[in-house]
């Protein structure tokens, strides 16, 4: 999977990454907020999200079992990408839509994930990660990724990317299944 430099940019902006934070994963928290649905109701922009009008809102109501409606329409943006060297060409769908899928649906596969996992998983930027855990660069770079700007980890530092989960859906297809990931995170099963 490639991104051109300028698009690589616009998702890690340390701005993009605030918004991300402030206005997907905090209220999303709150009991009355369904960040999501706002996402794909009124905040997007119309034409701005393949296949957007697709997706049964009603279904996604934070349970593992939600996910399957993710996969499909991931799954769906996936089969609509031409190939890349190194699995689908995600620039095809564009800096916007990029800003607009990536997030939107890396939060609510974190939320799923967090609401549903045996671990303690709180919302942690790739920074305040980092100053905490600096042994764990290795694995995630000194500067964030669209996959690491934003992660979930745990007290005794494991971590996981939602973001990174959507990324390579789109990029490899079903093999990157989010609700694969949620029944093992619910499990117990994490990278520590």
């Keep these: 999977m490639m991104l051109t430099g300028e698009m690589l940019d616009t998702l890690t902006a340390p701005a993009v990454g605030q918004r991300f934070a402030h206005d997907l994963v905090e209220p999303a928290t709150s009991r009355t907020s369904s960040v ?3 996402m794909l109701g009124r905040s997007a922009p119309e034409g701005s999200w393949r296949f957007r009008s697709e997706i049964h809102v009603a279904s996604l109501d934070y349970s593992v079992e939600s996910l399957a409606v993710v996969d499909r329409h ?8 031409p190939d890349g060297p190194d699995g689908k060409d995600l620039n095809v769908l564009g800096s916007e839509q990029l800003r607009s899928v990536i997030p ?4 609510y596969v974190g939320e799923v994930l967090r609401r549903n996992g045996a671990d303690d998983h709180v919302w942690t930027y790739h920074f305040d990660y980092l100053q905490q855990r600096p042994d764990r660069a290795v694995l995630i770079g000194e500067e964030p990724s669209p996959s690491t700007i934003l992660m979930l980890t745990t007290s005794s530092g494991s971590f996981i990317t939602p973001l990174g989960k959507v990324f390579k859906f789109l990029a490899d297809g079903p093999g990157d299944a989010t609700q694969a990931l949620a029944e ?3 499990q117990g099963v994490d990278n520590g």
Excluded: A, D, P, Y
């Design 36 to 38: 999501f649905s706002r």
């Design 184 to 186: 093992m995170i619910r």
């Design 74 to 81: 991931l799954e769906k943006l996936h089969n609509s990408l």
């Design 104 to 107: 939107t649906v890396g939060c």
